[in-house]
């Protein structure tokens, strides 16, 4: 494909946003509804034999639209998807923006309270992809996009993301994520709740330490260090230490349940001096912990005021 391609007579390719390993991404102009739009060509991984491609194929095109019903706005919303002959095309919100992994590249780590932020968001995220049944399994800095206005957006999900779709994909031992975000019951063809729980762990750990928990040489040592050995330890994360502890523990029944996940990372929000980053969408646990600081600040000014009248 070049640049001046319709696709499907309304999508005009303007240029690449991206490529990965599982296709190339452009921005397009969608000329029925007048506006851009970010499309993407899917591509199945090479080591895939035939019948594992028409599998991958088949799968994507009906997880797709399995996403396309999610309405969140940390989740990159799918507007159409499109079959075609070779491999089908996905057609998403464009979001003016940089990637974590983009701004970790060009800034280094970031500062707890910021990480705590983005991370509240991701959660945000995930919760509503889990209550539509699905589930990512490819959550890592370059799928995390900053936007311009601040706004956090989770994109670029896998070819599988309901039960049905993980289940048929693991029946042909295929295992699709990155690995140094891989949570160690993936590769035993597990996927969970818990598993996009302990790559947001991995993410946040990159994010605010400047790598990912298990820095190797080579694909084998990290995978070995995943599942036989502890993160490195955080030497930056300072208050995000714990939740970065309880969200990469190897056992998905001993991991940080959200809930707790989003009240300690509100924690270190509201924790930290300065003002706070446009990070996205506040969630319900940083609303309530906000709200209750304030109810707080409201009853200690009661308490001087009634004080100085006595003592008046």
């Given at each position: 494909?070049?640049?001046?391609t319709?696709?499907?007579?309304?999508?005009r390719?303007?240029?690449?946003?991206?490529?990965g390993?599982?296709?190339?991404?452009?921005?397009?102009?969608?000329?029925?509804?007048?506006?851009?739009?970010?499309?993407?060509?899917?591509?199945p991984?090479?080591?895939?034999?035939?019948?594992?491609?028409?599998?991958?194929?088949?799968?994507?095109?009906?997880?797709?639209?399995?996403?396309?019903?999610?309405?969140?706005?940390?989740?990159?919303?799918?507007?159409?998807?499109?079959?075609?002959?070779?491999?089908?095309?996905?057609?998403?919100?464009y979001?003016?923006?940089?990637?974590?992994?983009q701004?970790l590249?060009?800034?280094?780590?970031?500062?707890?309270?910021?990480?705590?932020?983005?991370?509240?968001?991701?959660?945000?995220?995930?919760?509503?992809?889990?209550?539509?049944?699905?589930?990512?399994?490819?959550?890592?800095?370059?799928?995390?996009?900053?936007?311009?206005?601040?706004?956090?957006?989770?994109?670029?999900?896998?070819?599988?993301?309901?039960?049905?779709?993980?289940?048929?994909?693991?029946?042909?031992?295929?295992?699709?994520?990155?690995?140094?975000?891989?949570?160690?019951?993936?590769?035993?063809?597990?996927?969970?709740?818990?598993?996009?729980?302990?790559?947001?762990?991995?993410?946040?750990?990159?994010?605010?330490?400047?790598?990912?928990?298990?820095?190797?040489?080579?694909?084998?040592?990290?995978?070995?260090?995943?599942?036989?050995?502890?993160?490195?330890?955080a030497?930056?994360?300072?208050?995000?230490?714990?939740?970065?502890?309880?969200?990469?523990?190897?056992?998905?029944?001993?991991?940080?349940?959200?809930?707790?996940?989003?009240?300690?990372?509100?924690?270190?929000?509201?924790?930290?001096?300065?003002?706070?980053?446009?990070?996205?969408?506040?969630?319900?646990?940083r609303?309530?912990?906000?709200?209750?600081?304030?109810?707080?600040?409201?009853?200690?000014?009661?308490?001087?005021?009634?004080?100085?009248?006595?003592?008046?």
């Amino acid at each position: 494909m070049r640049t001046g391609t319709i696709v499907a007579g309304r999508y005009r390719l303007v240029h690449p946003l991206g490529a990965g390993g599982l296709g190339r991404v452009w921005l397009a102009d969608d000329e029925a509804a007048g506006r851009p739009v970010a499309i993407k060509k899917t591509a199945p991984p090479d080591e895939l034999d035939p019948d594992e491609r028409d599998l991958f194929l088949d799968w994507t095109v009906r997880e797709a639209r399995a996403l396309a019903a999610i309405g969140h706005p940390n989740v990159v919303r799918t507007y159409d998807v499109l079959p075609d002959a070779d491999a089908p095309w996905i057609v998403m919100e464009y979001v003016p923006s940089r990637s974590l992994q983009q701004i970790l590249d060009e800034c280094g780590a970031l500062p707890p309270a910021r990480v705590a932020g983005i991370g509240l968001a991701v959660l945000d995220a995930l919760l509503a992809v889990r209550r539509a049944g699905l589930l990512h399994l490819d959550v890592k800095p370059s799928n995390v996009l900053i936007a311009d206005d601040g706004r956090v957006v989770l994109t670029d999900f896998g070819p599988a993301v309901t039960d049905d779709g993980l289940r048929a994909l693991a029946a042909a031992g295929i295992v699709l994520g990155s690995p140094k975000y891989l949570a160690p019951e993936r590769m035993d063809g597990l996927a969970l709740p818990e598993s996009d729980l302990w790559s947001l762990g991995a993410t946040l750990y990159h994010a605010v330490e400047g790598r990912p928990p298990y820095a190797r040489a080579t694909l084998d040592d990290t995978l070995s260090a995943i599942a036989e050995e502890p993160p490195d330890p955080a030497r930056l994360a300072g208050p995000l230490g714990p939740v970065l502890e309880g969200l990469l523990r190897p056992d998905p029944a001993d991991r940080l349940p959200a809930g707790d996940v989003g009240a300690e990372l509100s924690a270190v929000v509201l924790g930290e001096d300065g003002p706070r980053p446009a990070v996205g969408w506040p969630s319900r646990s940083r609303l309530r912990l906000a709200g209750l600081a304030a109810l707080l600040t409201v009853l200690l000014a009661v308490v001087t005021v009634l004080a100085d009248r006595h003592g008046a």
